[in-house]
Structures are given as C-alpha cells and as structure tokens.
C-alpha cells in the first residue's frame, strides 16, 4: 500500500491547478443546460481542449495525452475544486468514447473520436423511451433493414434526452430485431441529428432550464457505418456505457469533494447560527462520506490497474456518490435557513443532485443489481 | 499510489481466516458465554503459535515486528469470527507495552480500559493496561477488576476498582495505543457486519413464503445492498487508517475515528438488517445472529461510539484555524 503520488503526479497536478488558476472564467458560465449557456461552454471546451486538458486520458492522436488513471482522478480534483464549469461534452467524452475505444472500427474512431474532444460534435444518449426507462429492455423504437440504400431507418421516440436539443449527434439503442425480445435484437446506432426525419424538441427540467429533449425518428436513414459494434448486438455493447456511466467515469470523486469543501466552508461561517444543534455533525459525516468515496475510487483504480475490471460492484458506488451528493445540498440548505429559498448555487445544485438516484439507473435498480449480481440473492 | 495489501498481507489474512474457521465455529462462541472466563482457549493458543499475539511486538522482544498494516485484515478476521478474546486489547494494544517492560515474557492475556472503566475479558487477564491521562500497567489485573454482565455473554467485564501494583506508561505509548485499539475495534466491526451480511444472505435465500425465496423479494434485496454499501464505504477508510498509524502520519488520529465512526454505522446497520431479515427465527436465542449481533453491539459503542468520532472530525474540519489541520 502507498498512498503517495509520484513526483511526476505532483508536477501534473501544479500543471493542472496553475492553468486552472489562470484559466477559469472569474464569473460563472451561465448554465450549460440553456442553449446560451452551452454555447459558452463549449467555447471553454475549446480551450480546454488547446490545452490538452479535455481529455487527458485519451491517446495523443485523438486530442488527448495518455495520462493515466491516477493521473485521470488528480485532473478531477483540480477541476473540481477550481469550480470550474460544468463538462457539457460528458455524454460523449466519459460515455460515448469507452464505448467507441472498445468497439468503433478505426474509421469510426478517427472520425468521431477528434471532434468530440474538441467540443465540435457533442453527443446526446439515446436510451430512454416514454415506455423504457427503468425498464431499458424495454426500447420499442425500430431500426430497419434498407438493403438497396446500405443502412436502417430509424423509427420511434426517444425522450428525456439530456442536452438533447443543443446536441449534434446522438447515440442510442433501436430495436433491429422485432422478433426477439427484451435485451436481445438491439442494435447501437450512431446518428447525427441534422439526418433527415429526425425531429428535436426540447424541454424543461426541474429546474427549468431546457436541459431535456425528446428526439423523434421517422423513416430517418442511418448508413452501415454507424452501426457501433454488431447488429443484434446493441445491448452488449451499450452495458460497456452503463458501466462508465455509472461507475468511475461519470462522477469521479474530486466532484464531492470539492462539494465537501464548500459545505465545510458555508459550515464553518453558519453553523453556530442554525437552530439545527445536528448540523456539525451530519457535516462531518459528508466529508467523512466524501473521503470514503475517494478512498473506495483509489482501491477501485488499484485493482482496475492490475487488470481487475469492476463490474456490478458499480451499482454500489452510484447509489452511494448520488445519495451523498444529495445529502451535501440538504445539509447546505440547512445551514442557509430561511435564506435557502432564495435563488442559489446550493439551490440549483440541490435541485441537479435530485437528479442522481433518478438517472443512469433509479436507486431502486441499482439496488437490485446488487442484491442479485453482487450478493447472489435469487431474481425471482 | 497504490490502494492495496501485499501479497504476504493477505496470505496472513487467508492463514488467520482459516484457522478461526477451523477453531471458533459459532458452537465454540456459543460455548464461550457460559464457560469459566468466556475466552476460546483453543483459537487462542493456535493464534499464539501462528506468532499472531504478538504481531506489533518488536523482534527484539520476541514478536514479529509487523506494523498496524500487517495487522489490520486479521482484526477484521476475528469480528468474522466473533472471536471470544481481547485479540484487540492484547494484539493491537497491550502486548507491544507489555513486552517492552520486566513482565515482557509474561505469556497471559492483556486486557485494556480506554477511558471507561471497563475492561473486557477481565476475569483471565493477566495483564491490565488503563488507558488514561495517569495511564498504567497493572499486574495481576483480575483482583482489580469488579466483575459487571454485558450484553455480549462472552465479553466478561471488570470494572476498574483500584490500581494497587502499577506502573506508569509514556505519553507517546498512550496515544499510539489508545488509537491502534479504536483501528483495531473499527476493523473487528468491519468484519462483523461481513459476517451478519453473509449469514443474512445465506438464510433469505433459502428461506420461502409466498412460495418463493423471501431474498427474491425487493423489500429484503434494498436491506441487504444497503448494508452491502456500508460496508463498502467503511473498509476503505478502516485500511487508510491502518496505512497512516503505520506511517506516522500526523492526520492518523483523525482516520482513525473516521474509520471508528463508519464502521460503527455500518455494523449497526448490518445488525439491523440482519435480524429484521431472519424474522423471528433470528430473534431466537438458539440462532446464532444474535451472538454477531450483540458483540456488534458492544464494539460499536466502547472505545469511543460513532457520535464520539464523528464529533473529533467536525472539530477537526469546523473549529481548527485552518480546515482539516
């Protein structure tokens, strides 16, 4: 066991915060979930990526540096405890890309791959359905076969789609079989929203900005080469994205940290001030929450390093990360008393963690998949 | 970095694993709440010649030299075990103190007070180390100790009456031993809720109402991966701690009671579960649960509880100049 970092781990790590000191918009970008504020972000994407800082995990050929993971996690400290904005790329760059690296042919990866680093296409998941959500097994849209034009038409309604309406392109699950069932017969598709007979129509979430869309496919042709993996085989390959998405890749620990840390600070300016005689303690117990994430990530890496893949043991981390990103903006809201009803980051953010035991997988899923595939408790 | 034990940590792991299955099945933790001194004997000798007593002791003074790290996954093994001994009183705490003085080649047990007055396992003690600011060595420890009944039948309590044949101990000796003893507890609850998750699974996958496994039901599977996910959010902490006491880092004492207060939360939670789980079977004194559950009990809460700990790090974190120190 060695919980140092390296010299060369230290010296990333000073690159990192230096050009995030001087690099950092002074004012908060306005939410990239409005189509102003996304276009703003990607103008900080952009310079992210001229920096080599957009995805620093990636191969030098495709915008990245071949950082490693450990490198990865100290990126994501610094990033997040910069406050610095939003990633509105993520979609594509922590969900798309495993994906793409472990299944695009190399056509696929040398088109897609560049202009998603730099922010120039940006990728919106196309999963859910009104009638699949939880119940993702469930997809009903179509994809199929047009043999004398060399591809599929798209049919059917996807909906719930983050950033779906400022997006370019969208990855998503058709059903190419319609003789088989639930998780079989799915093919992942990659389809640039500007394709004939794809309709987006965006609209607001909880908070509402226009953070949600619903995308609609009619007869929309998609050519063979952006079928991602094999025909028939879209379910497989997705779960490669659910992996990401739920697990190491989506919420890295620096993000509850550096969440941690504004609470401790509102704490140690507010809290002799509540009437919640609790408070110091439910604080202390965030952080206690956030350090434990950040040391069950460590142990995840080493083992991840060694060749050692986390499988369901994901579902474990994304009910605990949601849960505690939940708890850090309640506690929040506390120590502002009466003042928290007033228009606030703790707000907004409180509103964006109620988000977390919903998407990418309900609670209540990710429950399941622990009872049964981490604890071999019987499906039925 | 590198978030891991050794090859020959865990090797150690497996051996002590091994041999507490072998040697303190549930019948012999069963049998230890009503024998003479509510201690294993045979598990102890065996652990005595593996070299595991006097693991922390120097090599000099005829342990094995290791260091809180070495030690740590075997303490999680006797929570595993419920392991009727004062294994932390006597590995973690008392016998580096005791080895370095003239009862060095004393071969009884060590028992320990940490602030309370309570000592666990007391009436075969030896050897009575009294962690306190007058911190002391006793001889002779059981005619100081007034016997009291705890919840764990195993756990034979003596209230500290009198220090009559002591000697002092060293400001530095308190301190590393007062937080080696929480490490200790914080791991032995680790283990603990292992157990009563394993056990608790075992049995709702097996038991059948409504014609099915009540583990396939979703009201039992949420109880179990909660616990699931306490436990996978306490080890790690419970391992840094060991890493830092072993390093000397000056942030050790506050990972120590981090690592106190979660595993506490946890094991509390698994006995929680655990029992509403087994229903009425496991609210039957002739099950087992209860013996996991009732030594959960009782860890959670000596040595500091979770509320104690938790109270360090807010001070830590809220009141010192700068956040953290």
């Excluded at chain 1, 696929?108 to 919106?124: H, I, K, V, Y």
């Excluded at chain 1, 983050?162 to 370019?168: L, M, P, Q, V």
């Excluded at chain 1, 850090?328 to 120590?335: C, K």
């Amino acid at each position: 066991m060695d919980l140092s970092w390296s010299p060369e781990e230290q010296a990333f790590r000073a690159e990192v915060r230096a050009w995030l000191a001087a690099n950092v918009p002074a004012e908060p970008l306005p939410s990239g979930d409005t189509r102003e504020g996304f276009a703003r972000h990607l103008e900080w994407e952009r310079r992210l990526f001229d920096a080599r800082l957009a995805v620093v995990s990636w191969p030098e050929e495709y915008g990245g540096r071949g950082a490693s993971l450990w490198q990865w996690l100290i990126f994501e400290e610094e990033y997040y405890a910069a406050a610095a904005p939003q990633r509105v790329t993520q979609n594509g760059i922590f969900l798309l890309a495993p994906t793409l690296f472990g299944f695009g042919t190399p056509e696929q990866q040398d088109r897609f791959l560049p202009r998603m680093a730099s922010g120039e296409e940006t990728w919106c998941q196309g999963w859910s359905e009104p009638d699949a959500g939880s119940d993702l097994a469930g997809i009903r849209s179509t994809a199929t076969r047009d043999d004398a034009a060399g591809g599929w038409r798209l049919n059917g309604q996807k909906t719930w789609t983050t950033r779906g309406a400022f997006c370019t392109h969208l990855f998503g699950l058709f059903r190419s079989d319609p003789s088989a069932e639930r998780h079989r017969g799915l093919t992942y598709f990659l389809v640039p929203l500007d394709t004939a007979g794809v309709t987006v129509r965006g609209f607001g979430r909880l908070d509402g900005d226009e953070g949600f869309a619903e995308v609609f496919f009619e007869d929309a042709f998609v050519p063979d080469d952006l079928v991602l993996g094999d025909v028939d085989q879209g379910w497989s390959v997705a779960m490669a994205t659910t992996g990401s998405e739920r697990g190491l890749t989506l919420r890295s620990p620096g993000r509850f940290l550096a969440a941690a840390d504004r609470l401790i600070a509102l704490a140690r300016e507010r809290a002799a001030d509540t009437s919640d005689p609790a408070i110091r303690h439910r604080v202390a117990q965030d952080y206690i929450d956030a350090e434990a994430y950040r040391l069950q990530t460590l142990q995840t890496v080493t083992r991840t390093l060694a060749g050692d893949a986390p499988g369901a043991e994901s579902s474990l981390t994304k009910v605990f990360w949601s849960e505690l990103d939940v708890r850090i903006h309640a506690d929040a809201l506390a120590l502002l008393g009466h003042e928290a009803e007033l228009d606030s980051a703790w707000m907004k953010g409180y509103e964006f963690a109620l988000s977390g035991p919903i998407y990418a997988g309900t609670n209540e899923i990710q429950r399941n998949v622990i009872a049964e595939r981490v604890l071999g408790l019987p499906r039925k | 970095m590198e978030f891991a034990f050794t090859e020959d940590q865990l090797a150690f792991r497996d051996a002590v694993r091994d041999l507490l299955a072998k040697e303190c099945p549930p019948a012999m933790v069963r049998a230890a709440w009503t024998n003479a001194d509510g201690r294993s004997g045979a598990a102890w000798k065996a652990l005595g010649a593996m070299g595991v007593l006097g693991a922390l002791v120097s090599e000099a003074d005829g342990g094995l030299g290791l260091t809180e790290l070495d030690v740590v996954l075997l303490a999680e093994e006797a929570g595993y075990a419920a392991l009727p001994e004062p294994f932390v009183e006597h590995v973690l705490v008392g016998a580096p103190i005791v080895a370095g003085t003239d009862d060095g080649a004393a071969t009884g047990a060590i028992t320990v007070t940490a602030g309370d007055p309570l000592a666990p396992y007391a009436s075969a003690a030896d050897h009575l180390v009294f962690l306190a600011p007058d911190a002391q060595i006793v001889r002779g420890a059981a005619s100081e100790l007034a016997p009291e009944t705890s919840v764990d039948g195993s756990r034979r309590l003596g209230r500290l009456v009198a220090t009559s044949d002591a000697r002092p101990l060293q400001r530095a000796e308190l301190s590393q031993a007062f937080w080696r003893g929480t490490l200790g507890y914080s791991a032995q609850l680790v283990g603990l809720g292992r157990r009563m998750l394993a056990m608790t699974v075992e049995y709702v996958a097996e038991r059948r109402q409504f014609g099915a496994p009540i583990g396939s039901f979703q009201a039992v599977k949420h109880h179990l991966a909660d616990v699931r996910i306490a436990i996978e959010f306490a080890a790690p902490l419970v391992h840094r701690a060991a890493y830092s006491l072993a390093e000397g880092d000056p942030a050790a004492m506050l990972h120590c009671s981090m690592a106190k207060a979660q595993s506490a939360d946890a094991a509390e939670l698994a006995a929680r579960a655990a029992l509403q789980c087994h229903g009425a079977i496991g609210y039957s004194y002739e099950h087992d649960l209860h013996l996991w559950m009732k030594r959960a009990w009782a860890l959670s809460r000596t040595w500091g509880d979770a509320s104690w700990h938790r109270d360090r790090v807010a001070r830590a974190i809220l009141d010192s100049p700068n956040e953290k120190d």
